[in-house]
T-cell receptor, first 117, second 110 residues
Framework: KAGVTQTPRYLIKTRGQQVTLSCSPI?????VSWYQQTPGQGLQFLFE???????NKGNFPGRFSGRQFSNSRSEMNVSTLELGDSALYLC????????????????FGPGTRLLVL | SQQGEEDPQALSIQEGENATMNCSYK?????LQWYRQNSGRGLVHLIL?????REKHSGRLRVTLDTSKKSSSLLITASRAADTASYFC??????????FGPGTRLSVLP
């Protein structure tokens, strides 16, 4: 099976702009989670989508949003970009959504590196 | 708040030596997983250990879990240059989605 793919791989934007990142999960996986990775804050959970519904959300401002399509592909959008949004954005897919009960393994894509100038 | 905390932050060893990384966490967990990340790339799942397990092996990897001390360790035996990467523990806890620690940067010198 093909792995998780993310596009674009690299992106340069300026403050105030908006950006949309895309993630295609492994075939058959219905859950897609997004993470932000920065040197200062490490890996932080943004949100999770399952069957086109947001199931969980991390502690990020409303400028960060996402959606999932019927084919499980997901997009995340960041509006009014700030310098601090420069980061590696990672998408991960899994068969099931997080339930807090059954263990699950997430499979990560290569990430999109966003630089905000 | 971060659940997992890896120790040490950075580790340098020679090829062939063993590398041990530790992860501590704060609350009760359902399971703990270890991931590897090569420089600036995505994370690769290494191993999952459930809260009712004490030790698991996978190839050159050995993971232990001590729920009484809220800690886990990852041992990589007979390390290779290709093991150079950052290693993260991630905890899955009731009411808390995946939480990653800050990671341990491992350098294996030839």
């Amino acid at each position: 099976k093909a792995g998780v793919t993310q596009t674009p791989r690299y992106l340069i934007k300026t403050r105030g702009q908006q950006v949309t990142l895309s993630c295609s999960p492994i075939s058959g996986h219905r859950s897609v989670s997004w993470y932000q990775q920065t040197p200062g804050q490490g890996l932080q959970f943004l949100f999770e989508y399952f069957s086109e519904t947001q199931r969980n959300k991390g502690n990020f401002p409303g400028r960060f949003s996402g959606r999932q399509f019927s084919n499980s592909r997901s997009e995340m959008n960041v509006s009014t970009l700030e310098l601090g949004d420069s980061a590696l954005y990672l998408c991960a897919s899994s068969v099931e959504a997080w339930s807090g009960r059954a263990p699950r393994t997430q499979y990560f894509g290569p990430g999109t590196r966003l630089l905000v100038l | 708040s971060q659940q997992g905390e890896e120790d040490p932050q950075a580790l340098s060893i020679q090829e062939g030596e063993n590398a041990t990384m530790n992860c501590s966490y704060k609350t009760s967990i359902n399971n703990l997983q270890w991931y590897r990340q090569n420089s600036g790339r995505g994370l690769v799942h290494l191993i999952l250990i459930r809260s009712n397990e004490r030790e698991k092996h996978s190839g050159r990897l050995r993971v232990t879990l001590d729920t009484s001390k809220k800690s886990s360790s990852l041992l990589i035996t007979a390390s290779r240059a290709a093991d150079t990467a950052s290693y993260f523990c991630a905890t899955d806890a009731p009411g808390q989605n995946f939480v990653f620690g800050p990671g341990t940067r491992l350098s294996v010198l030839p």
